[in-house]
């Protein structure tokens, strides 16, 4: 008995350590919620991760890129602006270092969009309605882009990579306490739900609100109208189909958003009315098909409702 309970504890010291160490070594701060972030996996190596899956995503035969100019003008035109913006933002320097590239996909049925790591944009058609016009564009591809910008994919990682080694970890020392097995088993069930719903959900949440706050930010820099975001969301509760619980949620609820949006909106204001406006026009009509849904990026932000 004296060596498992040595054992075990050996084992939490070095686990204690070793997480110390892990959290400490890949810290920075985001430069505009001074918000602590967890990054272990290199910026360089997100970016190509970014590249190779775009790419794939791309050459997928499902995939339909648009070529018609009325649907891919105007998310060009609005990419500019939110890429210049993003060059001028606190994270100008990451920003000019991106190899940014924005694509149309042809797909009246999915209101999506996302940006990858290194600045890889794509905008599906069926996004068109709940922005309805290029600030309400601007406003959702502002959103993807911060979510590039502030590596919150490369954090999810981090954070799942952690975790991966605490629920180990635990395995380890509970194996050493000579317990019933399906006693251990409950228990590192009851840990996974923990850390599912105490620690990864919690932070997906925190990367959607940051990525809308700098995301208005950002809109309104570009010169387009911020308060768009809020009437894109708008639109979003009322085609909502249903949504789980928003502590079970790697989003927050619409009215979650919306009351953030309006609570941030004063400081959007502010750089919209000293911004050089942007020309707004409305996008084009897209009329939804029964279709099968194209290919998704595995990791990376998208514009879900």
């Known amino acids: 008995m004296p060596v498992r309970r040595w054992v075990t504890i050996d084992g939490l010291v070095f686990f204690c350590v070793l997480l110390l ?23 360089g190596q997100m970016n190509q991760m970014g590249a190779t899956q775009y790419s794939e995503i791309l050459q997928d035969p499902k995939v ?29 320097e990451v920003a000019k270092r991106f190899d940014w590239e924005v694509t149309v996909i042809k797909d009246d049925n999915t209101k999506n969009a996302w940006a990858l790591p ?25 959103h993807e882009v911060v979510h590039a910008l502030a590596e919150h994919g490369a954090e999810r990682m981090s954070q799942g990579l952690v975790a991966q080694f605490g629920m180990t970890t635990a395995a380890i020392v509970l194996s050493t306490q000579g317990q019933n097995p399906a006693l251990n088993d409950l228990a590192m069930q009851a840990m996974g739900l923990g850390v599912q719903t105490g620690i990864l959900l919690p932070f997906s949440r925190k990367h959607e609100s940051e990525a809308d706050y700098i995301g208005l930010l950002l809109t309104g820099d570009a010169g387009y109208d911020p308060r768009e975001a809020i009437h894109i969301w708008e639109r979003m509760a009322a085609a909502s189909d249903g949504a789980p619980p928003e502590f079970l949620s790697t989003h927050p609820a619409h009215e979650t958003r919306i009351a953030d949006l309006t609570q941030w909106m004063p400081e959007a204001m502010d750089l919209y009315e000293k911004a050089l406006k942007a020309p707004v026009a409305d996008l084009p009509r897209i009329t939804p098909s ?16």
């Open 21 to 43: 160490y892990i959290l400490t070594s890949g810290c920075q701060t985001n430069p505009y919620t001074q918000r602590s972030q967890l990054l272990l996996m290199p910026s």
């Open 290 to 305: 029964p279709a099968q849904r194209p290919p998704q990026p595995q990791n990376g932000a998208r514009f879900r409702h």
């Open 64 to 92: 339909v890129i648009s070529k018609s100019p009325r649907e891919t003008e105007p998310v060009k035109r609005v990419a500019a602006r939110i890429i210049e913006a993003a060059k001028r933002s606190k994270y100008g």
């Open 118 to 142: 290194g600045g890889k944009i794509a905008v599906y058609t069926g996004i068109f309605p709940m922005a309805k016009n290029e600030a309400g564009l601007a406003a959702i591809m502002g």
